[in-house]
């Protein structure tokens, strides 16, 4: 059973920092493209930065390159995102997301309850 687990949000003033997680299990995590997402109340999930399988490649939204990082640790399931010099608009529920095959971009179904990030003095 697939399971996603984030954790790390909370409340930080502008310009400053949080690091998320996210602990999978129930699928080789390794042969996975991961990925965070993040929905604003109101508006739709939108991708923030995916990760392949090995670590090499990442992709980011236009609006968070530069300040955010995306990486894994395969040999504990664990995803991360490092978000720095945050802005009000970066405000969401963050949520982790697994491919839906094997080395494969994109999205699914799994997702975990996410993690509220808020941004505000």
Do not use: H
């Not at 949080?18 to 493209?33: E, I, K, M, P, W």
């Not at 978000?83 to 080395?103: F, G, H, I, Q």
Request: net charge neutral; charged share 15%.
């Amino acid at each position: 059973q697939v399971q996603l687990v984030e954790s790390g949000g909370g409340l930080v003033q502008p310009g400053g920092s949080l690091s998320l997680s996210c602990a999978a299990s129930g699928f080789a995590f390794n042969d996975y493209f991961m990925s965070w997402y993040s929905q604003a109340p109101g508006k739709e999930r939108v991708l923030v930065a995916d990760i392949s399988p090995l670590g090499v490649t990442t992709n980011y939204a236009d609006s968070v390159k530069g300040r955010f990082t995306i990486s894994r640790d395969n040999a504990n399931n664990t995803l991360w995102l490092q978000m720095n010099s945050l802005k009000p608009e970066d405000t969401a529920v963050y949520y982790c997301n697994r491919a839906e095959s094997p080395w494969f971009r994109g999205r699914s179904d799994y997702w975990g309850r996410g993690t509220q990030v808020t941004v505000s003095s």
